[in-house]
């Protein structure tokens, strides 16, 4: 500490104290305010000596400003009290006075710094308090999230103590473990263990015994908790049933292979296993399979609800696989109602029918739900063959071929696979299947072909049709798919610019050119519409145009048909039928609806007509068919006339148009015109 | 397989001294507890001097402050700032200018709650409960980020807190990030304990200190001189606190050198 300046003088009297202070005390404040402050306390302290008797209570306020102006350091009071006590004395004031006055200074300023320090503490318990609230609550919310996890948790968790003793297990791992809570304490997880000398196995890949005996594998997991002190306390351990996840993996594979409603195989498993045992099955060994439809199946969902069409499914299901109970077969849902039942024979096979018999036989039994009896049957397509012989998807694929062919043929019938109806279906598929993309393409044209008037062979107008080069019957393979809606406007729209060519090439007052519609293009709703905005947009009469729609079409009335055959009369056109093959209900229509023309269908059945027998039943039927028409004024027409002589037959019967290979096969407007200028040429 | 798990929740540790505790103690405060003291005791056999050393510290610290006020700072980050005691940076700021906002960050319990405490009815002064190594945290605590302006120079304060800094924390990786986090013109007041100016005291004090939650490591002058990459030092450059700018008059005469903490104060470039 400094020496003390001997000095009556109050300014180095303050400044003394100042060193004082700046060398033992912080004081938050500039050096000119903390001399000022001690100037006044200087000031207070001095009149404090100079009363009488001393002011005690003046001095002791000194002593409390020191500690609030923060002259509190370790040596501040000691330092103060000697300066002050050397300069007043050297000032002259009575000695008894001046150890009086700062006596009262040390009161007031440990009084002062008593409640200052118990204000601090004060402060400090709030704190304190604020704090641990927020740690307690902190702490409260990572033991809820822990809780949460911990019980929730699927993988099992125990804690442990560091010898591995149980301290807490959640219920997930008791679950693992086989073993009741309450009945692990004091046990650990090492007697649960089985201990592995494999030291291939994973390390974290355990095998666990269960108290009554049965094993599981589980994955182990531990981890060390450790205390505020850093030190390891306690050992987290987490158990993951590995069967469970077995478990899980295989019910998935099951569901991916299986139907759910039946517990079948599906689709995709059958494909996979026919194509096993076809690896498989021993040399020379027959395969039979046999795909299923059932019949009417979606008339049992509508009329009896969703809940009887899968019980009906399920019987089915059933009744399937135990036909085939005690065969090397295999039964799967393989779509909505459809099943497959391979069955593997050996060297020889039953004929084709015992198995269709054995597999169907017992599903046509009705099965009653309360007085709701549902009875399936199904159409069946059937193929067999070696398993050398073919490949497994060849195989699936012959009998859903099979399939597809019996349920043409009807209801509850079964067909056993032919190459060759199968080629030819298959080839039509195609072809129809290659047709939206040929129009797509503009490789669609129309085509003309001539009709002829019988009476003298004279071209009279030509049919407009439809043609794809290369391919037979386009309008028929537009048919199978749908494209004839779409491409009967077309038809009708293109072929009617070239009404007028024909209108100066024939006679005007009868029609120049012929469309027939196939059933569809019969039906449909717009059909009216198209053709006055064709014949608008030409600006022809429309007694030019002969319209024939598809008389199966009119007579069941499918979709607008009827309307279409009115209304196109209504507009003037020349209404026709064709498809034609007699019988009442068919002249009736022809009657009722007046039409112009019919023409009739192959009635012979691909037969030449002028081959038979002119007295046999359908050359009589078929001449008293078109005596009946004409009779009613419609004019007769036929198709497909091979050549003169069926041609001349035809006349004879009383038909007035015809048109055929005869006549001249499709051509373009050009082909057309050249045809009838030279025939006109021929005859005059 | 084994690992460490630290989710075990830290509740407050009154049992381990903590430095906030023992700087208030030093200071003549009355925020500590048994076990400061003890370790204060211990610190003041290691060094004697403690008390000056602490008392010059936060006298550097009200210095700095001043020197920005005069130098058109209005907004302060300090870090580590301990509990509140007299001369408080919002209260030198505030008194030099009402309107001067102040963010103190300390990652410990009860400093948290005490400054939050006195800061309750002081909109323009907050605490943040927060690691200052970790200045991310600091930086986008909702607190920082709704009181200071972050495009207008802002004085950065670490005041005695640094040489609890580990070297393997990247130390001037995280000056950098606040420095990157600040505007051109902002300032840093940097202090810490050295072994430049009494060694052997020194080693005492980080001896001491192991046992305490927050051991010490000090640093040389080069050292520090690299910590304020990106600022240009002020004068008088790095000293030891009682020479850093000292007020006239309230020179106690003592050897600065016994101050045993380096100070200085950068602007950034």
Known sequence: ??????????????????????????????????????????????????????????????????????????????????????????????????????????????GALRIRTLDQQENMKVALLTAKQRAERDRRHTETRFREVFTASSIGIAITELDGRFVEVNPALAAILGCPVDELANRSLAEFIVPDDDPNLPGDRKLLIRPGGDTAWVYLTTSLLRGDDGQ???????????????????????????????????????????????????????????????DAFSLVNTTHGHLAGDRLLRTVAHRLATAVAGHDALVARVDGDEFAVLIVHGRTAPPVAEVVELVTGELSEPDYDGHLGLAATASVGVARAHAADTSSAELFRAADAALRHSRETGKHQWTEFDSRADHRARKIGRGATALPAAWENGELTVAYRPVVRLSDNAPVRVRALVHKPGSESASDLAEMTGLSVALGPWLINQSTENLPTWQSLFTPDTPVQRVLLSPLQ??????????????????????????????????????????????????????????????????AVAERFEVRAVILADLFDGWRPDWLPADTAPVRATRELVAALTGMGASVGVLGVRDHTEARWWADLGVQTAEGPAFGDPTDPDGILSRVRSAATTTS | MTEETDWVPQGIDLERPSAARLYDYLLGGGHNFAH?????????????????????????????????????????????????????????????????????VDYEEVAYAHSALI?????????VQADLTRPGDVLNAPETVGLLDFTE??????AGVFHFVAPEKNPQKIIADYRDAIAPGSYLAFSQFTRDLMPAEMDRIVEVMKSSRDPMYPRSRPEITELFDGFDILEPGIVPTALWRPDTGLYDGDDPKRAGIYAGVGRKR
Not at chain 1, 234 to 244: F, G, I, T
Not at chain 1, 280 to 294: E, I, K, M, W, Y
Not at chain 1, 536 to 546: F, I
Not at chain 2, 46 to 61: G, K, T, V, W
């Open chain 1, 232 to 294: 390891p306390v306690y050992r987290v351990a987490m158990v993951q049933d590995l069967s469970e996840l077995q478990l899980l993996g295989s019910r998935l594979s099951h569901q991916n292979l299986h139907d759910a409603l039946t517990g079948l195989a599906n689709r995709l498993h059958f494909e996979s296993r026919l194509e096993a045992v076809h690896g498989q099955a021993p040399p020379g060994s027959v395969l039979t399979l046999l795909c299923l439809d059932l």
């Open chain 1, 522 to 587: 019969s039906a449909d709703a717009d059909l009216s519409a198209t053709v006055n905005r064709a014949i608008a947009t030409a600006q022809v009469p429309p007694g030019l145009l002969e319209i024939a729609l598809d008389t199966p079409a009119v007579l069941a009335g499918r979709g607008d048909a009827r309307d279409n055959l009115r209304t196109l009369a209504d507009i003037g056109v020349a209404a026709a039928l064709h498809e034609f093959t007699g019988g009442p209900r068919q002249l």
């Open chain 2, 153 to 158: 120079p802002i004085g950065l304060l670490m």
């Open chain 1, 1 to 110: 500490m400094q020496p003390l300046e001997p000095s009556g003088d109050r300014q180095s009297l303050v400044r003394g104290w100042l060193r004082v202070v700046a060398a033992t005390a912080y004081v938050p404040a500039s050096a000119a305010d903390v001399e000022s402050l001690l100037s006044g306390l200087l000031a207070e302290l001095t009149a404090a000596v100079a009363a009488d008797p001393v002011d005690t209570a003046r001095a002791a306020r000194v002593g409390e400003r020191m500690v609030t102006g923060a002259l509190t350091g370790e040596a501040t009071l000691a330092g103060s009290l000697r300066v002050l006590g050397r300069g007043l004395l050297d000032g002259g004031h009575d000695p008894v006075a001046v150890v009086s006055a700062l006596g009262a200074v040390a009161t007031g300023y440990a």
């Open chain 2, 119 to 127: 800061l309750a009815d002081n909109p323009l002064a907050t605490i």
């Open chain 2, 36 to 104: 400061d003291r003890e370790l204060a005791e211990r610190f003041l056999v290691a060094q004697p001097n403690a008390r000056e050393i602490a008392r010059h510290n936060r006298a550097f610290l009200r210095r700095s402050v001043l020197f920005m006020i005069q130098n058109g700072v209005r907004q302060f980050l300090d870090l580590g700032s301990g509990i509140p005691t007299v001369g408080n940076v919002h209260e030198i700021a505030q008194e030099a200018d009402p309107t001067a906002r102040v963010v103190y």
